[in-house]
């Protein structure tokens, strides 16, 4: 079984392609993403500092990941970057900011996620990719399913102010955000 908490020690680098180059500045777009707790969420209408992780799967138990997913550049790392952003949810939030995970998965298999790691803030469902497309963020494609590279958006009144990318390791993301918004104080 595998335990998607731990990183192996082997993964590969992903490098920055200049694919996120375009986002800071940008407004959120005004679309509706539904969350894990029931709601529609807006994130272009959130006030105040909004932290958007963007990450590809996230496994579950007794279910095998897609085949060579430890050798796609910064595919494996979901579930430590989640229980990243669970432990330091409360220094976040002490900085003004909302955080939001967010993949294309569907909303129930993004529950399941929620519950087994006891995040203490909603995930949004990009299924059908109206938020990736909008803002043209950086995507790949396994086994059929086109899901979002790993990149962290840090907006603040709608507006992109700062992008982790490529973020790596997964589990550090936290921690880069807490000093960006440390450093704006």
Not at 105 to 124: C, K
Not at 145 to 174: C, E, Q, W
Request: glycine content about 6%; some cysteine; aromatic content about 10%.
């Amino acid at each position: 079984m595998i335990n998607f908490n731990l990183l192996p020690a082997n993964l590969p680098k992903p490098q920055d392609d200049g694919q996120v180059n375009h986002l800071v500045g940008l407004h959120l777009p005004n679309i509706e993403l539904p969350s894990t707790n029931g709601e529609i969420i807006n994130v272009s209408l959130l006030k105040n500092w909004v932290v958007l992780y963007c990450y590809p799967m996230t496994g579950q138990p007794d279910v095998p990941l897609p085949k060579g997913w430890d050798e796609i550049s910064g595919a494996r790392g979901c579930t430590p970057q989640s229980c990243s952003y669970r432990d330091h949810y409360q220094e976040l939030k002490q900085l003004n900011a909302e955080v939001f995970g967010i993949s294309t998965q569907p909303t129930d298999y993004q529950r399941e996620m929620v519950g087994r790691l006891h995040l203490p803030f909603n995930v949004l469902s990009d299924n059908l990719r109206f938020f990736q497309t909008a803002l043209n963020l950086p995507t790949f494609e396994v086994q059929n399913m086109i899901l979002l590279k790993r990149l962290t958006l840090i907006a603040h009144h709608g507006v992109i102010k700062k992008i982790h990318y490529p973020v790596f390791p997964s589990n550090t993301d936290a921690q880069w955000v807490i000093e960006f918004l440390t450093s704006t104080k």
